[in-house]
């Protein structure tokens, strides 16, 4: 069993950068294709960004391609979504998962998840 642990997550202002952290518990995270999801309150859990168990691919939301970075290392454990130029629309929780299969942008489609981390972009 995977576990997740999500972090970097705080209050910035707008046009601000975050760099979020996912790191896991278990060496056969390296394994795993991870995404990133967000939730804002009232709103359903959406797609944000992902990257393939060996990091040569990654998958992104439109509104976030050219701001959001993800990357991973495998020795660490650790997947990373760096947010720039950030907006207050981009506040929500910050959750990242496990999926088996690659390009898949359903949250139902994903298995273990991390308690997520908070976002707040003032304006």
């Known amino acids: 069993q995977v576990q997740l642990v999500e972090s970097g997550g705080g209050l910035v202002q707008a046009g601000g950068s975050l760099r979020l952290s996912c790191a896991a518990s278990e060496r056969a995270f390296s394994s795993y294709n991870i995404g990133w999801f967000r939730q804002a309150p009232g709103k359903e859990r959406e797609f944000v960004a992902a990257i393939n168990w060996s990091g040569d691919s990654t998958d992104y939301k439109d509104s976030v391609k050219g701001r959001f970075t993800i990357s991973r290392d495998n020795a660490k454990k650790t997947v990373y979504l760096q947010m720039d130029s950030l907006k207050a629309e981009d506040t929500a929780v910050y959750y990242c998962?496990?999926?088996?299969?690659?390009?898949?942008?359903?949250?139902?489609?994903?298995?273990?998840w991390g308690q997520g981390t908070q976002v707040t972009v003032s304006s």
């Open positions: 998962a496990t999926c088996t299969r690659w390009m898949v942008r359903i949250h139902f489609d994903y298995a273990h």
